[in-house]
């Protein structure tokens, strides 16, 4: 992700906790899915804030390691896990969680939203396979195409398919389907909607900032691109899969 990039998202979503728009009840739904054991490890790519492995970590008692790029979102990791009283249990290592390796396996290993660190989907399962115990579960966020999206968003947008192509892309990578827990429109307009807020008050306080008028292209264009298609036709979902048991080594 490039600097400029990271920086406008980390303006947009600092008034978020869950990075991604799935609702605190979804996220303690998809650990009820999970089957999370007390004394589990995961796995998170691309933490963010690292709500997930928090929140799991204060409510099943895993343990485990978050990587993130941004320094901005692993400070507010660190301290919603001061927060929970879970620090001791999180370790959280600053870099590009795409060039991130170890030679630990984890019960889970998750990618919520950011398969960009891979150059995709498959790209992705790829890095998290290694990682990953026979027995484990990947987690992994990516939105997907609802019904025939226009032109215009197929072309700005054109690493997405269908959730039946998805699933043929996973199971491409040797992964088995086995749950999935999807947004709604209202949680995709939360999300996205209320970074518009965000950055219309970080312009009206920082009107003389070098990156006040990209800034303001980058407002303009996400609001009009989820205006545009992006509610009626892009969903998104974290997708709980499993290793093919011929492919668990």
């Not at 919603?80 to 889970?108: N, P």
């Not at 749950?179 to 995709?188: C, F, H, N, Q, T």
Request: proline content about 4%; some cysteine; overall charge negative.
């Amino acid at each position: 992700m490039a600097a400029m990039s990271l920086r406008f998202h980390e303006i947009a979503e600092s008034r978020h906790r869950i990075l991604n728009p799935i609702t605190d009840a979804k996220l303690d739904l998809l650990g009820e899915i999970c089957r999370i054991r007390e004394g589990a490890r995961q796995l998170d790519l691309a933490c963010g804030k690292a709500e997930m492995l928090s929140r799991w970590s204060a409510r099943y008692g895993l343990s485990g390691v978050g990587v993130d790029i941004s320094e901005v979102f692993l400070a507010a990791a660190r301290e919603r896990a001061k927060e929970l009283g879970v620090s001791d249990r999180l370790t959280f290592v600053h870099g590009d969680a795409g060039g991130y390796t170890t030679e630990e396996r984890f019960d889970l290993v998750s990618c919520i939203g950011a398969t960009w660190i891979g150059g995709g989907l498959t790209g992705t399962l790829d890095l998290m396979r290694p990682m990953l115990r026979p027995d484990g579960l990947a987690l992994v966020g990516e939105p997907y195409w609802i019904g025939d999206p226009p032109a215009s968003a197929l072309k700005e947008q054109e690493g997405f398919t269908t959730l039946a192509g998805t699933d043929d892309r996973f199971e491409a990578a040797g992964f088995e389907l086995v749950e999935m827990v999807l947004a709604d429109p209202d949680s995709w307009d939360r999300y996205m909607a209320s970074q518009w807020l965000t950055l219309s008050d970080w312009l009206l306080a920082n009107p003389d900032d070098a990156d006040a008028p990209a800034l303001r292209d980058f407002l303009r264009q996400s609001r009009r691109s989820h205006l545009e298609y992006g509610r009626q036709h892009l969903g998104w979902g974290v997708f709980v899969l499993r290793p093919k048991a011929q492919d668990r080594t």
